[in-house]
């Protein structure tokens, strides 16, 4: 999933980037990376026990950035 905001008159171009994977031990990560459009961005991995609960917080993360103006 990849959203983005830009408001030209505040010169603010962001991405913020988010994906499911899967773990070695059985477990399930949450891939977040976000930043400047154009530049890399900060990487961060939260660990779930299964593939619904990291479903789950992608999806409460990807409402919070939306009420943030993110699309």
């Known amino acids: 999933m990849h959203l983005t905001?830009?408001?030209l008159d505040a010169?603010?171009?962001r991405f913020y980037r988010m994906e499911i994977v899967p773990g070695l031990f059985g477990d399930w990560g949450r891939v977040r990376e976000w930043g400047r459009i154009g530049s890399p961005g900060q990487?961060?991995?939260d660990w779930?026990?299964?593939e619904a609960e990291a479903r789950d917080?992608?999806?409460a993360l990807h409402m919070t950035k939306?009420?943030?103006g993110y699309e």
């Open 5 to 7: 905001k830009t408001i």
């Open 11 to 13: 010169n603010l171009a």
């Open 43 to 45: 990487v961060r991995t």
């Open 48 to 50: 779930f026990g299964s």
């Open 57 to 59: 917080a992608r999806f």
């Open 66 to 68: 939306a009420k943030r």
